[in-house]
């Protein structure tokens, strides 16, 4: 890296935390501290949903993601614009209503403050361990590709956060992501346009896209009813719907960014922003990987894509010479047959092209399964690692710096979005009601929530410190969230559409959805059943609204029999 | 909430508009798609 990518990267990162920092200095309450004072309006609401959702580890994976699998990813979110509509029609007039500081404190006014306690206690847990995530998993990469200290790495994004989310609460939140947000756009199109400036002259846009589709890289939607598959089109409809509603509607990260706005119609506007700009994103971040794809059939790819993660004293580099000499010669080859000018015209030379990229792909399998046999704690999985590879590889000094700030803005933006709403749920619905003391006031509950907030950062922090020592940690962290989402929105689901069922039904129904969820995951953990944790969201919900409408009857139907 | 709010109609228009936008890429990605099945 040059002493300009440097400069880019801390001037940009230094300034956004400067700004977040010196415009919300005046906080002096609780309100504006947790809601900034209702002052923001649409625009920086839908940025900051933006911001809180996109996490580094979005603009690292979702391009390898493609490169290696094609546009298919895009289906997963097809569900959003639906949720975006459920949850302004349904949720936000009633949080609006009840003036709430966090989503469950409106369980207490529909139920009880038992239901309440246990709903925000989930999300603590899904989220705490979370934020910790959020961190470790770009400061991985990062610290390999750039030969970065991971623990320095981990502690810089975790403090530049802890000091502005601490100073200026949420409204700070807002403001910086509303910044990071464009500094993510600037740098992914300039990103896209130096992909296209790396093809070779005679390959434009368009017949990089033609070549992508050829080498079955376009393969958008898929129709197929294969349980299996992830990504389809109903998977996306579907189980993408309840996912949305669940992430978007109930997880007090992204409530906090809306309930901010100026007034309901600014937090709705900031909805529709959110629905109408994610597809149209996400499918720009996969065009970009895909184009990489392309790029990489004209300019030589590394075989694997973290050489830095391979010990060098483990391996005997004699058992991969050939591995890696024959790889070459494909790619030679196949870049040879797709330089002919009429290759987009001639189905025979695509065929060749075809069977040579099955060649590639099947050896880059061979060099990886080698050199675990040699250093079993190699990860195979290398596709986060591929759109940085290129990036540090085809941009120019200056925008590399750029783009790195780019990967650290979206994982501050979400980390901040995450502190602020664990401090939030845990002064609002926990401090405040079960251990303030009568005499507490606003002064004393803002300095509860900022060492709340620090203290939630040290724990991220710490997490992400010492997750390099847990095998799969990122993978448990989404399970984890998956366990607890579904029960969550269940209770919110039945919350709003069913208005005959009570408190203790619904709790009752709620523990009852959690074991079983627990158990179908250890079912599946020791190989009894095939489930994808990607289900458990729609089979907790429903069987926490099935299970508290039949034990509202039940009771009901004791007490009139009594 | 100082101003007075939209009614249903004025939603329903930005409701409508926006399932509309999901079909119409939804039909774009499925001709891409169908455009590179061989």
Known sequence: MSAIDWVVLFGTLGLIVAYGSWKTRKNKNLESYLKGNNAENWMTIGLSIMATQASAITFLSTPGQAYESGMGFVQFYFGLPLAMVIISTFFLPIYYRLKVYTAYQYLEDRFDSKVRSFTAFLFLMSRGLAAGITIYAPAIILSTLLEWNLQLTCLLIGLLVIIYTVSGGSRAVSLTQKWQMAVIMVGMFFAFYYVLDSFPTDVDFSKGVDIAGQLGKMNIIDTSFDVSNRYTIWSGLFGGLFLFLSYFGTDQSQVQRYLGGKSLKASRMGLMMNGILKIPMQFFILLIGVMVFVSFQYNKPPIVFNQGTIISAKIDQKRLEPISAKYDIVHGYKRYLLSQPSVNEDPKLMQTANIMQGLQSDLRDTYKAEVVAMDPDYEKKDADYIFLHFVLTFLPAGLIGLLLAVIFSAAMSSTAGELNALASTTTIDFYRKYWARPDTNEKKDLKISRWLTVGWGILAILVALTAGLVENLIELVNILGSLFYGTILGVFLVAFFFKRVGSTSVLIAAIIGQVLILTLHLLSVIDVIELSYLHYNIIASVVVILTSMLIESLTNQIKTQE | ?38
Do not use: H, V
């Open chain 2, 1 to 38: 909430m100082s101003q007075p709010e939209p009614d249903k109609k004025y939603w329903r228009k930005w409701y409508w508009g926006l399932m509309l936008f999901l079909l119409a890429q939804i039909l774009l990605y499925a001709w891409i798609t169908n455009l590179y099945q061989s």
